[in-house]
Each structure stands twice: as structure tokens, then as C-alpha cells.
């Protein structure tokens, strides 16, 4: 079985600007969980989407926004970007089940802010 | 909300020696505490979890314990090789509705 993919893996991308990440869970998960990753602040949980709505949020402001399509794939936004944004976006799905709460990561997308 | 801690942030073994990882977690109601390993450029790798309702969980050269009365969890791996050169992050699902909190990871080194 294929695991969670992300598209782009890499993105480069200016001050003020917006950019859209993708990710496609693991055949049959319907959750989508996103995080960033940065070297000072960790692994941060940003959203966690679940039959195209949003379950659960972290703690960041409203220029990062979500959504989870149909066939559960998904996709993240920034708006706004700013320098600190600069980080490994990390998707991860879960399979489905009452109680189930593994979640397996893609690759991420590596995003820097210029 | 929950926040967990982790110990060492570095920690170097000689190769077939073992290692230990800890993490304190801070929300009692936290009922779920997976392991990651993450390798350079890649995403994090499950490769152990435990349940508030289990003290201790094996799988081959791995093995995770869960006190729940003193709040902590520590990772086991015994018979280091080189391939488990890597970082390892542990993780808390709070009863709250949030996802999964992260420890700030354990670099580990292993020694030839």
C-alpha cells in the first residue's frame, strides 16, 4: 500500500506571498492531520481534517487554513507568508476506526520564505 | 493544553549497547503515546505506541513503558545498530480535542 504522499516537496517563496500544499493520505484513511516542523519550536500540530471537515485546530493564526476534499486528500494554504513560515510541512493520515489514533506521515514539504 | 518533555535531546551509545529515551507528558487525561523516528530528509516513522491502559509494549529490539501515576513514558532499544542512528521524537494525544504534542526529540548516535 502506497504511504501519505506530498506535493511539492520543495517550494520557494517570497514575502507576502501565498502558497498551497497537497497531500494524499494512505489509500482508505480518511483523517488528514497537518504540522509544521521548525528546529526551534518542534513539531507543531497546525489541523486535523476528517470528512472534509475540520475536526480539530492548533495554535496558529488564521493565515493557515485547510481543506479536505471527497476522496480525502488535502490541502494546506498560507497567505501572507511571513520569514518564520519558513519550515517542513507534514502531513499525516489516520486510519479508520473508533478510538484509532496512529498517524503516518509523508515526507513534507520543505518551504522556505525569501 | 498538553505539553511533553523529552530527555536526552542528545544521547551517544556504542553500537550493541542499549539506549533510553524519556518523556513526561502533562494532561492526565493524555491516553495515547506513540514513538517517532525520524531519518534525515524524511517524514516521521511510527514505530511504537502504547495506550493509557497498558504499562508496557514490546515489538523485537524496541520496547515502550507507560507509568500513568507519575506521568511518563520511556523508549527501550536494545542492541543498537548503526541503522537506529537517528532523531526520536515521543508524543502525547491530550483529552482534549487536539492532535498529537510533540517532544522537542532525542538525537541518537550510534557509536562503531
Known amino acids: 500500500k502506497a504511504g501519505v504522499t506530498q506535493t511539492p516537496r520543495y517550494l520557494i517563496k517570497t514575502r507576502g506571498q501565498q502558497v498551497t500544499l497537497s497531500c494524499s493520505p494512505i489509500?482508505?484513511?480518511?483523517?488528514v492531520s497537518w504540522y509544521q516542523q521548525t528546529p526551534g519550536q518542534g513539531l507543531q500540530f497546525l489541523f486535523e481534517y476528517f470528512s472534509e471537515t475540520q475536526r480539530n485546530k492548533g495554535n496558529f493564526p488564521g493565515r493557515f487554513s485547510g481543506r479536505q476534499f471527497s476522496n480525502s486528500r488535502s490541502e494546506m494554504n498560507v497567505s501572507t507568508l511571513e520569514l518564520g513560515d519558513s519550515a517542513l510541512y507534514l502531513c499525516?493520515?489516520?486510519?479508520?476506526?473508533?478510538?484509532?489514533?496512529?498517524?503516518?506521515f509523508g515526507p513534507g514539504t520543505r518551504l522556505t520564505v525569501t | 493544553g498538553e505539553n511533553v518533555e523529552q530527555h536526552p535531546s542528545t544521547l551517544s551509545v556504542q553500537e550493541g549497547d542499549s539506549a533510553v529515551i524519556k518523556c513526561t507528558y502533562s494532561?492526565?487525561?493524555?491516553?495515547?503515546f506513540p514513538w517517532y523516528k525520524q531519518e534525515l530528509g524524511k517524514g516521521p516513522q511510527l514505530i511504537i505506541d502504547?495506550?493509557?491502559?497498558?504499562g508496557e509494549k514490546k515489538d523485537q529490539r524496541i520496547a515502550v513503558t507507560l507509568n500513568k501515576t507519575a506521568k511518563h513514558f520511556s523508549l527501550h532499544i536494545t542492541e543498537t545498530q548503526p541503522e537506529d542512528s537517528a532523531v526520536y521524537f515521543c508524543a502525547a494525544k491530550g483529552g482534549g480535542a487536539d492532535g498529537l504534542t510533540f517532544g522537542k526529540g532525542t538525537h541518537l548516535i550510534i557509536q562503531p
Open positions: 499525516a493520515s489516520s486510519p479508520p476506526g473508533q478510538g484509532t489514533h496512529e498517524q503516518y
Open positions: 489509500s482508505g484513511h480518511r483523517s
Open positions: 502504547i495506550r493509557s491502559n497498558v
Open positions: 494532561d492526565s487525561a493524555s491516553n495515547y
